[in-house]
């Protein structure tokens, strides 16, 4: 066993146990730190597959969609994640029922579908050809999408707030205190 491959298992067995935790721990920032670092495990797993592009993607995209569900969190719900207890699985038997159903759906789906054959070779970068495939005819959308997250970020932003300083101050901003300073 190489170092490639022990370092490949690591990777797996951490994004597994991490995933676990998210269902295990008590807190939603907790949870959401035990998220984050499962994709990045599985992020390093894939680049440690020699598909680097899709690691580094994997692992940017993942971060940063933990980094704005933390500050969601904070901004809706007007808590502090690390504190407040709570549990990310609702009715235990119901949830355990359907993900042994699931799994034993989709694993015996894996093992027992006659898998084609191979036709032709993989091409000599598959990297490239991934990343030709992915955004070739989907860079208008993924354009699109940035956009749109940024603005949902923005909106979010400000349908959170419910007073600032225009609000407290009025028109005339030349005002060195505002009216209701002492009003908290």
């Known amino acids: 066993m190489t170092s490639t491959d022990l370092a490949f298992w ?6 597994v146990a991490s995933g676990v935790a998210v269902f295990v721990v008590d807190s939603m920032a907790r ?10 495990a599985t992020g390093l797993a894939v680049l440690l597959l020699q598909q680097s592009y ?13 980094a704005v569900m933390a500050v969601y969190m904070v901004m809706f ?8 207890p709570m549990s990310m699985v609702h009715s235990h038997r119901w949830a355990i029922g359907v993900s042994v159903a699931t799994f034993v759906t989709l694993g015996s789906g894996a ?3 006659p898998w084609p ?17 992915l955004m070739e005819s989907h860079m208008l ?6 956009a749109v997250m940024v603005a949902t970020i923005v909106v979010g932003v400000v349908l959170s707030s419910h007073r600032t300083r225009y609000d407290r101050f009025g028109d005339d901003l030349r005002h060195r205190d505002p009216a209701d300073r002492g009003a908290r």
């Open 77 to 84: 719900m007007g808590m502090n994640p690390a504190l407040m």
């Open 111 to 113: 093992l027992l579908v």
């Open 54 to 66: 899709l690691g580094a993607v994997i692992v940017l995209m993942m971060v940063m969609e933990m």
């Open 141 to 146: 959308v993924m354009m699109t999408v940035g």
């Open 31 to 40: 949870a959401t730190y035990a998220l984050a670092s499962s994709f990045v």
């Open 10 to 15: 690591l990777c797996a067995v951490l994004a």
């Open 117 to 133: 054959a191979r036709r032709g070779s993989p091409p000599p970068d598959v990297t490239a050809a991934l990343g030709r495939a």
